[in-house]
């Protein structure tokens, strides 16, 4: 089945540990997304990329890294940096090309974070 | 830039009952809008989106929307929940296409979230 995998679905973490985590799709979707999640603040865009080796910073980049160098794969890095790091992350997917009538995105289970 | 605005976080309702989720956008340029849903410690599962065509949009799990232009709304409606139907709804907007440099081509525009809308519905 075609879909995106986030893991690992739970992870801990010690203050001042970076900590990645991982998201693939097999849906040959060009663009990847990843958002954080906070109870009451929607969903916040954290860094995007829609194409292989680039990739934009989101509205709240700061304290994340990504990469991209593979189209199926979008790693997200917490630093240490990140004040908050305690959070519900979700990686998601879609077609970036124009045309397709498929702008929509595609979303993974999520992994939560609990920095402690 | 765009926003999206939920205007209500919470929305109780007795099962059977009808129930709408309001939500409002803000853009320069024309848009598409989305509804998403979301179940607890899930990710978000497609609910319908707008392209164009018809104002009248229906998705899944009997949810329709309707998108109006001169109100810049996109409001959720069901005509009767389910206990099932409790969950966080988002809705979203993004722009038809940007010109992408690095892509060589016009790409859709990413994602915005407005804060969510958690329907719970009463037995």
């Not at chain 1, 992870?11 to 997304?33: I, P, W």
């Not at chain 2, 007795?14 to 998403?36: D, G, K, M, Q, T």
């Amino acid at each position: 089945d075609g879909g995106i995998t986030q893991s690992p679905k739970y992870l801990f973490r010690k203050e001042g540990q970076n900590v990645t985590l991982s998201c693939e799709q097999n849906l040959n979707h060009d663009a990847m997304y990843w958002y954080r999640q906070d109870p009451g603040q929607g969903l916040r865009l954290i860094y995007y990329s829609q194409i292989v080796n680039d990739f934009q910073k989101g509205d709240i980049a700061e304290g994340y890294s990504v990469s991209r160098e593979k189209k199926e794969s979008f790693p997200l890095t917490v630093t240490s940096a990140q004040k908050n790091p305690t959070a519900f992350y979700l990686c998601a997917s879609s077609i970036a090309r124009t045309g397709t009538g498929r702008p929509e995105a595609f979303f993974g289970q999520g992994t939560r974070l609990t920095v402690v | 830039a765009q926003s999206v605005t939920q205007l209500d976080s919470q929305v109780p309702v007795f099962e059977e009952a009808p129930v709408e989720l309001r939500c409002n956008y803000s853009s320069s340029v024309s848009v598409y809008l989305f509804w998403y849903v979301q179940y607890p410690n899930q990710g978000l599962q497609l609910l319908l989106k707008y392209l164009s065509g018809s104002t009248l949009v229906k998705g899944i799990n009997g949810f329709e929307a309707e998108f109006n232009k001169s109100q810049t709304s996109f409001h959720l409606r069901k005509p009767s929940v389910h206990i099932s139907d409790t969950a966080e709804y988002f809705c979203a907007v993004t722009s038809p296409g940007i010109w992408n440099q690095n892509a060589g081509g016009t790409s859709y525009g990413k994602l915005t979230f407005g804060q969510g809308t958690i329907l719970t519905v009463h037995p």
